[in-house]
């Protein structure tokens, strides 16, 4: 399984209850990720969601084959993971974050600035950490007026040389 790539759309914190349900950081936005007969992937398990539901505000789901606390206390920590292969299509110059973070950053004058590391979404925008080879970190929000293009097949993304976000 491991020369598929995976995509993590959640987080086990902890066991809850004695069923075998755990609770979970969700790492998408589609809450579909996190349904009943979803197929997921724990570590080296292959598992099918059995049982979703939300308390409070936390998501809570079971795994086929854990049917107790103690079979899941191991789990603790674990990422959830389907294949990205499934995840689905997105419309045109929308991506999914693991597809910008380890781009190169070009200036449109073909200057090197550095390489995406992290994506923080904001609410209002996204906002790109950039790690140039020398020098801190440096923020650049994503917009029409900043970014030029990102290129996923050529593993690139070009800003505005004019922006005066590296003065």
């Known amino acids: 399984m491991s020369d598929q790539n995976r995509v993590a759309v959640g987080e086990i914190n902890s066991p809850w209850g004695i069923k075998g349900h755990v609770k979970v950081t969700p ?5 579909e990720r996190l349904q009943p007969k979803q197929k997921v992937f ?19 789901i079971q795994f086929s084959s854990f049917t107790t606390r103690n079979s899941v206390e191991s789990l603790k ?17 929308i991506f999914y974050i693991h597809d910008i ?9 073909e200057e090197v600035v550095g390489e995406v590391i ?5 609410g209002a925008n996204d906002v790109y950490v950039i790690r140039p080879s020398i020098g ?32």
């Open 27 to 31: 790492l998408t936005s589609n809450p």
């Open 42 to 60: 724990v570590g080296d398990l292959s598992l099918i969601i059995t049982d979703a539901k939300i308390v409070g505000k936390i998501p809570v």
């Open 77 to 93: 920590g674990s990422l959830i993971e389907i294949l990205e292969k499934d995840l689905p299509e997105l419309p045109e110059n």
């Open 101 to 109: 973070v380890g781009l190169t950053v070009f200036t449109d004058d």
């Open 118 to 122: 992290e994506v923080l979404q904001t």
């Open 136 to 167: 801190k970190d440096v923020l650049i929000p994503a917009l029409e007026s900043v970014i030029v293009a990102i290129k996923i097949e050529d593993e690139s993304l070009i800003i505005r040389s004019n922006t005066g976000l590296f003065d």
